[in-house]
């Protein structure tokens, strides 16, 4: 650890130093006289002896411990971890350790906290990229590291920069993950005004694509008097009136609705297209409320107006409308070899200092109580 300063100007704080002892060299200790008999044959005008004199130095000491202390904490001391440059292996989870040589370098898990290797292997994660960074970040700039992936692995769709050259080992995984589970199609739950009921039908037929060959299809369609179920996800709103208070409760607490065109959408901030048609002209607009989505489509629902209702993938159009699909983000790692670039602010060496101030703030404390006591004592010391 290395003590360092955040603002060394504080230190100037130290010359309040000279006001105690100032005071403890002007102020005398209280006397008192005593006269005994053979005062008379002293001379009555002695010599005086001019010597400095510092009064109650366990008092003076702790009041300079006090300021010294109070100008040290304004300066914002703390501790800088002095830098291992021993070099770093960082193996992600899911890869054996023991296929990674052991030459004396650090090993540790691409992990939270980055544990070390030596420990039992930690769960797989889906953040590795962003454990790199922050491991590059945290790593003093003349370490050498060698990061071991797996052949494939999640990543963001930001590219890797890191701020050095490392060592990029691609090995198989020990233990390869089972297949993610398959997506569950949409409850479709509608509600129509009466002079919308024929439009129903096309959210019928895309509930019935849906289900398999001896399922019921999910499906629930009433006129608009009639509230959503209270489990329902998805809400097709066929009607010109405003939803009601329940539902736009019910959008609010994270359900997804899609509105007629004709419809009053209760999103008044930013919205965005979701969905073209084959001119790029958009059919949907989406908006967040609370922390649902409201899906406003831009035509009414009829097939010459709305093209797409008697296409064959229109249960596959509504299905990525309503939830739409993670983003693929699953990379091969031969393809997402870390690029150098230039330190940012992200990639900064930053090694995590210890901010001493708490621990000084209990010092002043203590001083105080302790200056208060010896300054207010019944026992002072007195000078005969």
Do not use: C
Not at 207 to 232: E, L, R, S, W
Not at 330 to 355: C, S
Not at 358 to 371: D, H
């Amino acid at each position: 650890m290395i003590p360092a300063l955040l603002l060394p100007a504080a230190l100037a704080a130290l010359l309040a130093v000279a006001v105690p002892l100032a005071i403890h060299i002007a102020r005398r200790t209280e006397t008192k006289t005593i006269d005994f008999a053979a005062l008379r044959w002293l001379n009555p005008n002695p010599k005086p002896v001019q010597r400095l004199q510092l009064d109650e130095r366990l008092l003076l000491a702790v009041r300079i411990a006090l300021i010294v202390a109070i100008a040290i904490a304004l300066a914002r001391p703390l501790l800088r971890p002095s830098g291992n440059e021993r070099p770093v292996v960082a193996i992600a989870p899911g890869i054996d350790a023991a296929q990674v040589a052991d030459n004396g370098q650090r090993r540790v898990w691409l992990a939270p906290d980055f544990p070390s290797a030596e420990r039992a292997a930690t769960p797989a994660t889906d953040d590795l990229a962003s454990l790199i960074r922050q491991l590059d970040a945290e790593t003093p700039p003349a370490t050498p590291l060698t990061l071991v992936v797996p052949q494939t692995f999640d990543a963001d769709g930001a590219r890797l920069v890191l701020s050095r050259k490392v060592v990029w080992k691609i090995v198989p995984a020990a233990a390869t993950r089972g297949p993610k589970p398959e997506r569950t199609p949409p409850s479709l739950v509608v509600r129509y005004a009466a002079e919308r009921a024929e439009a129903v039908q096309y959210f019928r037929a895309a509930a019935g694509a849906y289900a398999g060959p001896d399922q019921a299809p999910a499906f629930d369609a009433a006129p608009v008097d009639q509230p959503p179920p209270a489990k329902a996800r998805t809400l097709i709103w066929l009607s010109g009136a405003p939803l009601s208070d329940g539902a736009l409760t019910w959008i609010e607490r994270g359900g997804v609705v899609l509105l007629a065109h004709d419809a009053p959408s209760p999103v008044e901030g930013r919205k965005t297209v979701v969905w073209r048609d084959a001119l790029a002209e958009p059919l949907a607009l989406e908006g967040r409320f609370g922390q649902g989505r409201v899906l406003h489509l831009t035509r009414p629902l009829e097939p010459k107006a709305l093209t797409a209702l008697v296409e064959p993938d229109f249960p596959d159009r509504l299905w990525t409308l309503l939830d739409p699909p993670p983003a693929p983000a699953r990379v091969a790692a031969q393809d997402y070899t870390p690029a150098v670039g230039e330190a940012g602010p992200a990639l900064t060496f930053n090694p995590h200092p210890i901010d001493l101030r708490p621990w000084l703030a209990v010092l002043i404390a203590a001083l105080f109580a302790a200056e208060r006591w010896l300054a207010t004592r019944r026992k002072r010391p007195v000078l005969a």
